[in-house]
């Protein structure tokens, strides 16, 4: 009797949310999208690096044979007798070094005056400034030149990095960033008697390094790969970057298709080993620098 009476136990049932399936198979597919995507963004720098193993004719042969017949690992050593490459390298590593340090300097203290201090006609500045971005810069290349010809700096390195030492997309990106951080901690560093420099150098900087990072990638990658500001201002070979340096593959007649994309594959070494090593704060950095 007492059996009878007894409540049977409640049974416990983990039913799945209506769009639960829809919501795993929406991921499935966007996983398979992106892999889909990242191979064919990589086709063009697998076809490089296959073309570097084959001979000049075999490069451009149609259909493209992504594995060369015979791999010739000599053109990596035969390289570096024909030219000077590690001259042009020292050369882009100088330029790209120079000009990241100077972009992400004037950039940050720059966007700290946007985004921290307050002025009359601060954001009218800011939008003039902003600007500039969608200006070609084959509207001013002409007079550019002219100035650095006037001060005798053309065929300098010192052209390059004072025309790139300034950049609007870094201070916009630096300001977007500054913005998230709250103004109380300005404000309390002001109690504490810290200057605006101060306030920018121990307690804005530290907290940007997401920020700093990804600039720093951006202008690296950007510099190092710029073939048309060491076209028009270097002239001597000693001074050549290693995009222009390339360029020494190239005949009258015909090209040496192999020793190029040869010499491309060494150039990206480095743009990779920087990426790998900020990766982590570049991508921190631009998701969070439209936060605001």
């Known amino acids: 009797m007492t059996a009878l009476l007894e409540t049977p136990p409640a049974v416990r049932t983990t039913a799945k949310p209506p769009g639960h399936r829809g919501g795993t198979a929406g991921r499935i597919l966007g996983y398979a999208l992106l892999i889909v995507l990242s191979l064919l963004v990589m086709i063009p720098f697998a076809w490089m690096v296959s073309s570097s193993l084959k001979q000049n004719n075999e490069v451009f042969t149609v259909p493209i044979q992504w594995i060369p017949a015979e791999f010739r690992w000599d053109n990596f050593s035969v390289i570096w007798d024909r030219i000077p490459l590690w001259t042009y390298l020292g050369n882009s590593m100088l330029l790209s070094v120079s000009v990241t340090a100077l972009q992400v300097l004037t950039g940050s203290f720059a966007a700290y005056g946007f985004a921290k201090i307050r002025f009359p006609g601060r954001d009218a500045l800011f939008l003039a400034y902003i600007a500039t971005i969608a200006v070609p810069w084959q509207a001013y290349m002409v007079p550019q030149y002219i100035i650095m010809q006037k001060l005798g700096l053309v065929d300098t390195h010192l052209s390059l990095i004072l025309l790139q030492a300034f950049g609007a997309f ?25 200057s605006e420099y101060g306030i920018w150098a121990r307690v804005i900087l530290p907290l940007s390094k997401p920020a700093l990072a990804s600039l720093a990638l951006l202008t690296f990658v950007n510099t190092w790969n710029d073939y048309m500001g060491p076209f028009i ?48 704060y570049f991508v921190q950095g631009i998701a969070t620098s439209g936060l605001k």
């Open 233 to 280: 201002y270097l002239t001597s070979n000693d001074l050549w970057t290693v995009q222009i340096g390339l360029r020494a593959f190239v005949g009258l007649y015909d090209a040496e298709y192999a020793m190029i994309m040869t010499g491309s594959v060494i150039s990206v070494v480095p743009i990779l080993v920087v990426f790998l090593l900020g990766q982590r």
């Open 170 to 194: 870094g201070v916009f990106l630096m300001r977007q960033y500054y913005l998230t951080i709250p103004d109380e901690l300005s404000e309390a560093a002001r109690l504490d008697g810290l």
